[in-house]
């Protein structure tokens, strides 16, 4: 009888070995070789302690909701990549300080794709600067519309002193969500915090939860609450190194989400960014951008109105670029009745769609494999191809008589 037990445990010690051993093998083997694009799908896993914005970096703001801290640094991850990130005094994401703005000087504005989501040397706006030699204040902004990007222009134009010579506005599709909602984010206890919700997706039903709220979320989410206890350390490290263990919580979140559930939303509402008009997909994952006088559009367009009047009366140049969304890059007549409301302000323009195909270039070539924003070699084409539109056709940044559009290649 006890020999009888004896194998038994035996046996199950040894399929306890050789599962424990398929599982570390598996999760090596995973760690190593499972394409990005496939480990990026499942949150937390291969991550680098650097996704989210490190805190403190931005700061509230009375009029903009927050914006850039002043002289601010940290690390941030994009598609597993780890960059240095810092602000100026001017709370730009960039290396000159306002004496480099002396004389004349360019400047940047746009949303997290001017703001950079990539190596500092390698975005747009510095490889123009390279290229050009002109001072550029790279100073767009992530999670922003034209609106924030208006206002925080004159905040950072009075501080340096004087107005640049050329005005270049990173334009991104869903910058008509961020002005609908604007302002729609705060900082709390050095947290950027969303203060604006969509009460149903692909709807304008906002929502502007108690602001005590937000606090008591900041309070429950902050990811260094508790980050020394064993429980929390062991914890992620399985959900950064394990596959399977990741695999398996994803089953486990499917089998309840197939159960009857009481919650039927998030708890405070739904991102900004998944607000739309009349039922239809967001402005990004629209395969035909809308630009009409509609509810949502109308911020926008008073808002580039208003900057292309003040660029008139202050005489410097003003420039909008279209950054297409990944799934519409070279989409040529994507940006049709956007072009029309641009040309009727004579505001000069360069469609990015129109470039990427002229220089046939793939998605791959431009944006990130596991995030939407331009990579590396995709900011440096941009760079170079605002160096030879903005510099050559018209003789450096002069303003051009005809105040037209930029778009066609060479």
Known sequence: MQRRQFGWLTIAATYTLILLVTWIATDVVGYIFLPMRFALQIPEYRATGFEQIPRYYIQKNAIRGFDLA??????FSVDGNVFPIFSNSLGCFDKNGPDAFKHDYTYFAGDS??????AYEAKFATRFEQMTGVPVAKCGVYGTGTLHQFDKFLAVAQAIGHLPTTVVVGFHDNDLQDDYAYPDWTVIDGWGVATVYV??????????PDIRLLEDEVVRMNPEADS???WRLTKNAVKRYSLTANVASLA???????????????????????????GDLEPPRNPKFKYGDTAMVMPNKRALAAWKDHAVENNYRLVV?????????????????FKRFLDLHQVEHIDLTHEFRARRLSSSDLYWEGDFHLKNEGNKVVGEILSSRLMSRFGGNRVPESGRNVDQPN
């Open 70 to 75: 002043e002289n601010a640094s940290g690390f």
């Open 113 to 118: 794709f001017t703001w950079g989501f990539a």
């Open 199 to 208: 009460e149903h997706p692909n709807t304008l039903k906002l929502h502007r």
């Open 228 to 230: 020394r206890s064993a």
């Open 252 to 278: 486990m979140r499917k089998v309840t989400s197939l159960r009857p559930a009481q919650d039927i939303g998030p708890k405070l509402g739904f991102t900004i960014y998944q607000l739309s008009e009349d």
């Open 321 to 337: 670029m279209m950054i297409p969304p990944r799934l519409f890059f070279d989409q040529t007549d994507r940006y049709v009745e």
